[in-house]
């Protein structure tokens, strides 16, 4: 049998479960209905073939389910597999590599892990002008730009001394209240500097800062045991352009929460292996990992504050005598010049070698009309690389 009819079977299991538990439902009083519907599933599953193999076997089918779906749309099956019970949670989470090393983004938490160390991630952002809106999608095929896998989204907030972009990992709901909220961008007036905010530690001992925002974030809808708020993360620098307006701009990111020693031969960076809130562990449209506790991956992670941070550049771009323009080498990635299209490379001041900073760790570009690319890989994260990105979507009075 194919993993595919596995993983049918599966379904058509889970699915008689689910619509015996609803004719059960209906013909029961209202007075023991919630006593019901928590036995229900339980006593069915435990009628269902799957829960009568043996450990061993459960966990080496799962398992190769996992290494069988391999990219999205059929990723959705491991998602799937690990919303059915606590048991096939733990063998789908050990199964589960970081995108560090798998390459792959599957559970939400994935967006907030470093990229992988071999390669790039693909992804690409689709612009809304009217609701001013900006959606992260990763792409399911070769191409610059396809339908994608949604990941993030985010909303601009307008205020009277700066501009905040409002980070979910819903679609539609991008407040600051809902349980989606990840973190945020804030500018200055001039959009020249820019603060990445996580909504929950990214590593241990991570200073919150003390803002009115954070306040509010940690009194709706944070648990008391569960400390978060807003954590700074990076903070995003433009430089006046003193080449005119038709020079490049000259940016620099300071990572906050990543030392300079991640991007050399075995250097690591800080790795959030659940997120705090309960909510927050699944995706909007499939309920699981209902997590009541953070974990983070402790190892050279206390001394992030100690060590020097990561300082990221903008990659000189070169003059082109025939064209008589600045040009960069996207590989393909990016297709329209606009002053919007950047690539970031560590900084000599982190102490790495020549050849560590000719590596581009993010590249962003325009392919079309509200469509950009954006490919990222360790040490930075799909989130912190999609903040950054749309800090370079910002008006810059000063550097235009």
């Given at each position: 049998m194919s993993f595919r009819s596995l993983i049918q079977d599966m379904r058509d299991e889970f699915g008689s479960i689910s619509r015996h538990t609803l004719r059960s439902r209906s013909h029961r009083s209202a007075g023991n209905a919630s006593r019901a519907a928590a036995a229900e599933p339980s006593e069915a599953m435990d009628q269902s073939c799957w829960s009568q193999l043996p450990p061993e076997l459960l966990r080496e089918v799962l398992v190769r389910i996992e290494a069988s779906e391999s990219w999205w749309p059929a990723r959705k099956d491991v998602v799937s597999c690990a919303g059915v019970c606590r048991?096939?949670?733990?063998?789908?989470?050990?199964?589960?590599?970081?995108?560090?090393?798998?390459g792959k983004l599957t559970?939400?938490?994935?967006?907030?892990?470093p990229g992988p160390r071999d390669g790039t991630l693909k992804c690409f952002i689709r612009r809304n002008r009217t609701t001013q809106t900006y959606y992260l999608y990763i792409g399911l095929t070769e191409a610059l730009a396809d339908d994608g896998k949604f990941l993030l989204s985010a909303r601009k907030c307008r205020k009277p001394t700066c501009t905040d972009y409002l980070i979910s990992l819903d679609k539609v709901d991008m407040s600051k209240g809902s349980s989606t909220y990840i973190g945020k961008l804030r500018s200055n007036f001039l959009g020249t500097k820019f603060t990445v905010y996580d909504a929950h530690p990214p590593y241990d001992g991570a200073v919150v800062s003390k803002s009115r925002s954070a306040r509010v974030i940690g009194l709706n809808q944070v648990s008391p045991r569960i400390p978060a708020g807003n954590y700074p993360v990076s903070h995003i620098s433009y430089e006046l352009n003193v080449l005119g307006s038709r020079g490049p701009r000259r940016m620099n990111c300071v990572m906050d929460s990543i030392p300079a020693s991640?991007?050399?031969e075995g250097?690591?960076?800080?790795?959030?292996?659940?997120?705090?809130?309960?909510?927050?562990?699944?995706?909007?449209?499939?309920?699981?990992?209902?997590?009541?506790?953070?974990r983070i991956d402790t190892a050279s992670q206390s001394s992030t504050q100690k060590e020097d941070r990561l300082v990221l550049k903008n990659k000189s771009p070169r003059w082109h005598e025939q064209l008589q323009c600045w040009c960069l080498n996207f590989r393909g990635r990016v297709t329209v010049a606009s002053v919007k299209n950047f690539q970031l490379v560590a900084s000599d001041d982190n102490g790495s070698g020549s050849q560590e900073n000719d590596k581009v760790i993010l590249q962003f570009g325009k392919i079309g009309k509200d469509l950009f690319t954006m490919d990222y890989r360790y040490p930075i994260s799909a989130f912190q690389a999609f903040a950054i990105c749309l800090s370079s979507f910002d008006t810059k009075i000063a550097c235009e």
């Open positions: 048991t096939w949670r733990g063998i789908m989470k050990e199964a589960v590599r970081v995108p560090e090393v798998s559970f939400p938490i994935s967006l907030k892990q991640a991007v050399v250097g690591k960076a800080p790795t959030q292996t659940e997120f705090p809130l309960s909510g927050l562990d699944s995706f909007p449209s499939i309920p699981f990992f209902r997590s009541k506790s953070a």
